[in-house]
């Protein structure tokens, strides 16, 4: 949407989910461990951590357009099988027994989401996207931010937070924004 093209459901769109702001995840997992630091007993249990709030896919799609301004039309292709028709979780026993409550409703999240794609990803609400090119002379470890570059456990891979063009020596995947150092 971001790039000014129609947003691809393989659907038929009315398939219903759990929409859950991954930052909320995060939260509700150090929640989690406090209470289990405070209170051993709990030990063992099982939660579940939604907003239980359920949405279809095509309700999400509209919800994104319209938290952009776009006035695109979702390519509703039916194509999907074998799915759950309605797959959502209840967050009763975690707001009971641990006091959790979500602290992003679905369009608070949605709406730091799309910042984040539009601060990481290079684009325009226009759909035009920002042309970031890196030429790389002597070594990437020298452009690359330290909170980007520090992934010591596989050597010589880096991520990088936008769409990169590599110099000839080295090889990328764009669509998962990453870039080998060869030697």
Not at 98 to 126: H, K, M, V
Not at 172 to 180: G, V
Request: glycine share 6%; charged share 25%; proline share 4%.
């Amino acid at each position: 949407i971001l790039r000014g093209e129609r947003p691809v459901i393989r659907s038929d769109g009315l398939y219903v989910r759990d929409y859950f702001y991954v930052e909320d995840g995060a939260l509700a997992y150090m929640h989690l461990a406090q209470q289990l630091a405070d209170r051993p007993q709990l030990a063992g249990r099982a939660y579940n951590f939604s907003n239980e709030i359920q949405v279809t896919v095509i309700e999400l799609v509209d919800r994104i357009t319209s938290l952009l301004g776009s006035n695109l039309t979702p390519d509703v292709r039916n194509e999907a099988s074998n799915e759950i028709r309605h797959q959502y979780l209840s967050a009763r026993r975690a707001r009971e027994e641990l006091a959790w409550t979500p602290s992003f409703n679905l369009d608070g999240g949605l709406g730091r989401t799309i910042d984040w794609y539009r601060e990481c990803l290079g684009t325009w609400l226009t759909g035009q996207r920002l042309k970031f090119e890196l030429r790389v002379r002597h070594s990437l470890r020298n452009i690359i931010p330290s909170r980007v570059r520090d992934d010591r456990s596989s050597p010589g891979y880096r991520l990088f937070p936008y769409p990169v063009r590599c110099s000839a020596r080295r090889k990328c995947s764009h669509s998962w924004m990453r870039a080998w150092i060869s030697g």
